[in-house]
Structure formats: structure tokens, C-alpha cells
């Protein structure tokens, strides 16, 4: 049954089996149509606004995605300000009062909109209650221009969500320009460049939400040029920051900056709204957005993120010069950056299809604007809008991500921090959520507002644009939209003792440049060395048996009904095992129901079932399957 499909009265009065990738516990109450597309907002109520506008070469934008009411004052907590209450462009030569022209109004926003997420929601969706740092941290958050009221609006989300404060007084938030200075800050985003404002808000918000403890650091650049944007980066790690979120992006560039190669420093970047290669924009790229390509960075996906799944985020349905659409999670191969080691010991690396190219996104967090979280910012918009605001996009992503690594300790003594993840992937693979649904590749449909879904099937996205390569089709293991996949819990952000890779920073860590066209090896002289492909067996294509699936609706099946099929590419000695979902001591974990079960496999689909009369009550389960000398792969399904 789709996670998405309405139950019927008689599916109600029974247990139900439902396959899943992850339940984040939201509460929030839903409207008929957004109930039943799994979305907490309903989508033909609202359209998308992208905060910055599309970059000129040398330039960034800004990455975040805004939910606009087609009818503002038709939502609640919303109230039209008069005239003599706004505080900018007070004399902007529109009719004076009297002259029969309407007067333009502020509408703000006064409470949260309802069902948009908040911290408390990320925190549980992604296993990060009541975690704090084991040493203090610090994020910083680079962003361009100033945001003249960043502090107050984060008081104000603290005070709303019930958090501890941030502010310069008790030594939590600092705020400061490219050079390190508090003085002058850049030009005001609020009177140059508005969508910035409310950019620096939803990472200074986002980032104190996740990790609480954390120290924010926020460096302004004068404006969003690569270079002052590059300087403000290399002021970030001068003052201390052990955690960077970079919420925007550009054009990938012919040389990977030094401002982003910071050996144990964890740097986020977010891979882009506009989907696999920028499709969705009137310039596709040939290659993912830079800086997100720098092998140096943990590139971070989008995803949708509902009470019953965690998916691709794609709302593609662009019309060239007429966009129906609100995007989709960016990605793709660079032309000129390698993969890193990590990525090219992937066992399923080859089905990515970007040869020994970097492949963007390493993970990813929430990023579709209709499941997006609550901002408050008091900076007008263009469309004289304040207060709060629901705000997507991989913007959202890149300081959820980046306040886990806080969480997690930061880099913990690992020169590129994303090799952790990888690492976890293969050794620990329940340390993250598998995304194993959806595609960010390309849809020329219309945009369903009801369902705020593309118009296109998930293989038409993909054949259309990577043809169902991996690069843009999400599946089991590594996928370029998900990359290892979303959080769960801290776990994969620390560095595995089975991986060995501790804090070294010699040639096998470091990501090196692109290879050599001619010999597939680094260039002369390159710190990384590109490692020799090696046959490993690899599970694919698991899932339970149909007869299983029948079986375990009914009520306590037996351990035995478990039937599962695979594809293994060779033959291998293979451990199956069980968990179930438990909370032990306030936390959530997975713990081990029956003794893993050994078998021989052949290579080719098959199909095999556990061994065992014991009951399995309610509940969620995880089977995973790991080969000798192969990466473990899962699946998680829930009865009753």
C-alpha cells in the first residue's frame, strides 16, 4: 500500500503493513486534500517564490523557496498594517493619500503557519531529541548583504518554539562582516536585496533550532560575489567556527577555491532548488551547482519530508517561460572536480554513472517548500510581506545537516567530514534514513497543485534527464538526489572505529582534483589518488515477498512469514537479520528480535524467509542484508 493511499473503513479495522522510510511525528492537523497527498499544507492554497533571483556569473544565489498565500488575508494570524506603520520606503512615490489610488499595505504574518515544521518536529523526525554537543560548538552561517534585524527575529523564534535564547549578550549569537568585524556591516538586505534578509533568517533559525547549544557565528558578506562571499568563508573558519552552512550556490566553477578546503572544519553546501542539472530553470547547467561540486564539502539534497515518508523532492511540472512548478532538489556530476575516495568505493558506485567525477548530493535533510519549516523574519519582501513564513528549499537543508555534524561534535579530528558519512553508510547503515524513493530529474507536465507533485512518473523524470541512472533516481545505497540519506539520530556524523579513517589527513583522505581525461588517474601532482574498482557483492533490489506481505497484516504473524527477495550480483555468504524500533531511556533505537540467520547465496534473484515461530507484535521493523565483504543494505516496514 502507498504511504499516500487513502485507507478505506475496512483497512482501518485491521493491522496494516506499510513499507517506509521514515515517520516524523508532526501533529499538526491537516486539511482534507493535503491529508491525503501526505503534505501538512494544502498546495492549491499557496504558490512558490524563490528568495534570490538567478545569479550572473561570479555571483551566488541564495537557495531558499517561500510559501506565498494566493490569498493572504484569507489565512489565519494574518493582519494588513497601515501605512504609518511601515518603517521603509516611506516616501517611495506612490499617490499620496486622497489622490483616488489605493495605497499600498503590509500584510504580516503574526503566528507560525499552521503545519509548517518546527523545531521540535525536525528534532524528532530525525532522531535528534534531546541530544547537545559532547564539546562546544560553533556554526557559522555565511550568507551576503546584512540582516538588519537577525538577532531580534531570533528572538522572537525562540520565545515562539519555546528555546533557550541566542543573543550577543550571553555570548551565543555573533554577528559580524566578511573581514571578522561587527563594524560597518554590509548594505541592508532589506533596502538591495530583500530575499537575503529572510535567507540569513531561515539559517540562523534553522541551525539554532537543531542544535540548541550551539554558538551562532553569522559572517555577512558585502554582497553575494564569489569573492566576498569566499573571503566571508575563510573569516568563518579564522574565527573558530567548527561547523559552516553555505545555503547558496552558482555556476560550478573551472578550480575548486581554498575557501572551502578547511581540513576539520565541516562545511555544508546546498546542492540547489532547481533540480537534477538545473533543469528546472530557463539556464540548464552541465554540471551540479559549485560550491556543493568541491570535493572539500558535504553537498546537501533535498527531500519531502510528511508524517508518513520521506521522499525525492521534486515539484517540478516547468513549462519554458512559464513556470507551474515550485522545484526540485539540485544535483548532478561535476565536469571538473574527482569523486572523492569515499565516493568511488561506493559498491553501487558505477550505477551513479559519473565515472570518476564527484557526484552532488553526500546527504540530504528537508527541502521541498509544501513541508517547509517556520521562519520569522521582519524584513518586508517585495510583495510587502513579513512575520512569518514557510520556507523550503535546500537552503532549509544545508543547516539541518550542518547543526547534526554540531550535534555529532563536528569533524571530530576527520579531515572531510563527509567521508563519515559514507563510511557509516556502508558499516552502520540504520544510522541513516535509505531515501530510496523519487527522482529530481526532469517533468515538463503541469504542476498538481492538489498533490504539489510533478505531473510526470518517477521513471519519466529519470529517463528524461539521466536515463534512470542513479545520478538523478533515487534507490537503495548512495543516489545522487539523497545522497546516503537523511539523519537518523548522530550516529552517522561520528566517525565509525570499525572504518579506521580517525583523523588522518594524508593522500587516501584527501579528495583530490579532476582525473586525467586520457588515463583516469589524478592530475600531476595531485594530493588524492584515485582508487582501483573492486568487485564486491552487492544486494539490490530488496524487498518483502507478496505472500509476506499478505502474512504479516494479520494479526502477530509468526517470525517464519518474513519472506524476502534480492538480486545478488555474486555469489556470497550473506547475514540476515531483525530489529525492531524500541525507546530505551527517552531515545529511540533499533534492537535485535531473533539471531541473525547465515545463508549461502547464489548470484541472480532470489527469494529466502527468516527462521522462527516467535510472534511479531506492532510495530517497526528492519531487515538488512550484508554480504561478505559488501555494503549492508535495509528495508523497514511497519505492522499493525
Known amino acids: 500500500m502507498s504511504a499516500n493511499t487513502p485507507k478505506t473503513s475496512a483497512a482501518r479495522q485491521r493491522p496494516r503493513l506499510l513499507l517506509v522510510l521514515l515517520c516524523g511525528c508532526l501533529g499538526a492537523a491537516l486539511s482534507p486534500a493535503a491529508a491525503s497527498a501526505g503534505v501538512p499544507l494544502n498546495p492549491s492554497d499557496y504558490e512558490v517564490g524563490a528568495l534570490c533571483g538567478n545569479p550572473s556569473p561570479g555571483y ?3 537557495f531558499g523557496l517561500r510559501l506565498m498565500a494566493k490569498d493572504p488575508l484569507s489565512m489565519p494570524a494574518v493582519r494588513l498594517l497601515s501605512r504609518s506603520n511601515r518603517n521603509d520606503r516611506a516616501d517611495s512615490g506612490s499617490a499620496a493619500e486622497g489622490s483616488g489610488t489605493a495605497q499600498p499595505q503590509t500584510i504580516e504574518t503574526t503566528e507560525p503557519v499552521k503545519g509548517s515544521r518546527t523545531p521540535a518536529n525536525l528534532l524528532s523526525a530525525y532522531g535528534l531529541s534531546g541530544i547537545s554537543p559532547p564539546s562546544p560548538q560553533t556554526i557559522a552561517l555565511v550568507d551576503a548583504f546584512d540582516d538588519v534585524n537577525a538577532e531580534a527575529d531570533l528572538a522572537v523564534f525562540d520565545e515562539r518554539f519555546g528555546l533557550p ?22 548594505v541592508s538586505s532589506g533596502k538591495l536585496e530583500r530575499g537575503w534578509a529572510q535567507e540569513i533568517a531561515t539559517d540562523v533559525e534553522v541551525a539554532h533550532g537543531v542544535c540548541q547549544s550551539c554558538r551562532i557565528l553569522l559572517v555577512e558578506a558585502k554582497s553575494n560575489s564569489n569573492n566576498n562571499l569566499y573571503t566571508a568563508e575563510r573569516t568563518a573558519v579564522a574565527l573558530g567556527a567548527t561547523v559552516i552552512s553555505n545555503s547558496w550556490g552558482g555556476e560550478e566553477t573551472s578550480g575548486d577555491s581554498v575557501a572551502f578546503d578547511h581540513p576539520g572544519v565541516v562545511i555544508t553546501a546546498s546542492s540547489g532548488d532547481n533540480g537534477y542539472l538545473d533543469w528546472f530553470s530557463n539556464a540548464p547547467a552541465t554540471a551540479a551547482n559549485y560550491p556543493a561540486s568541491s570535493p572539500h564539502v558535504v553537498a546537501v539534497g533535498g527531500t519531502r519530508l510528511t508524517s508518513k515518508s520521506e521522499t525525492v523532492w521534486n515539484d517540478g511540472g516547468f513549462i519554458k517561460s512559464k513556470p507551474e512548478g515550485a522545484g526540485a532538489g539540485g544535483g548532478g556530476c561535476s565536469t571538473h572536480f574527482a ?15 559519473c565515472g570518476a567525477r564527484r557526484a552532488v548530493a553526500d546527504v540530504s535533510a528537508d527541502g521541498d517548500p509544501f513541508t517547509g519549516v517556520a521562519v520569522y523574519d521582519s524584513t518586508e519582501t517585495p510583495e510587502e510581506e513579513k512575520g512569518w513564513a514557510t520556507i523550503g528549499g535546500t537552503s532549509v537543508a544545508s543547516p539541518i545537516v550542518a547543526a547534526t555534524f554540531g550535534l555529532a561534535g563536528g569533524a571530530n579530528g576527520v579531515a572531510y567530514p563527509a567521508r563519515t558519512l559514507y563510511e557509516n553508510e556502508s ?6 534514513h535509505d531515501v530510496t524513493l523519487g527522482s529530481n530529474g526532469e517533468c515538463h507536465k503541469p504542476f498538481e497543485w492538489e498533490t504539489a507533485s510533478t505531473g510526470c512518473t518517477v521513471a519519466e523524470e529519470a529517463d528524461a534527464s539521466c536515463t534512470s541512472h542513479a545520478i538523478c533516481l533515487a534507490g537503495a545505497g548512495y543516489d545522487g538526489p539523497s545522497g546516503v540519506g537523511t539523519p537518523n539520530g548522530i ?3 561520528t566517525p565509525n572505529p570499525g572504518a579506521g579513517s580517525g583523523g588522518e589527513t594524508g593522500p587516501a583522505t584527501s579528495p583530490g582534483p579532476a582525473p586525467s581525461a586520457s588515463t583516469g588517474t589524478s592530475a600531476p601532482g595531485a594530493p588524492g589518488v584515485l582508487a582501483p574498482p573492486v568487485r564486491l557483492p552487492v544486494v539490490s533490489a530488496l524487498s518483502l515477498t507478496r505472500r509476506a506481505i499478505v502474512a504479516l497484516n494479520r494479526h502477530r504473524p509468526k517470525l517464519s512469514k518474513v519472506g524476502f527477495a534480492f538480486t545478488l550480483n555474486l555469489p556470497a555468504r550473506v547475514r540476515v537479520s531483525i530489529a525492531r524500533r524500541v525507546r530505551v531511556h527517552g531515545r529511540t533505537q533499533w534492537k535485535a ?3 541473525p540467520l547465515m545463508i549461502s547465496a547464489a548470484s541472480g534473484a532470489q527469494t529466502r524467509s527468516l527462521i522462527g515461530h516467535s ?4 510495530g517497526r521493523y528492519r531487515l538488512t542484508l550484508t554480504p561478505s565483504s559488501g555494503a549492508p543494505r535495509s528495508i523497514v516496514f511497519q505492522i499493525g
Request: glycine residues 6%.
Open 427 to 432: 558499516l552502520n547503515p540504520a544510522s541513516l
Open 60 to 62: 551566488a544565489g541564495c
Open 491 to 493: 550516529a552517522a556524523f
Open 339 to 353: 569523486a572523492p575516495i569515499w565516493q568511488q568505493n561506493l559498491p553501487d558506485w558505477s550505477a551513479v554513472a
Open 165 to 186: 535564547a541566542c543573543t550577543t549578550a550571553n555570548g551565543c549569537f555573533r554577528k559580524v562582516n566578511q573581514s571578522g568585524d561587527v563594524a560597518p556591516l554590509p
Open 615 to 618: 510472534t511479531l507484535a506492532a
Open 593 to 595: 528480535i531473533s539471531s
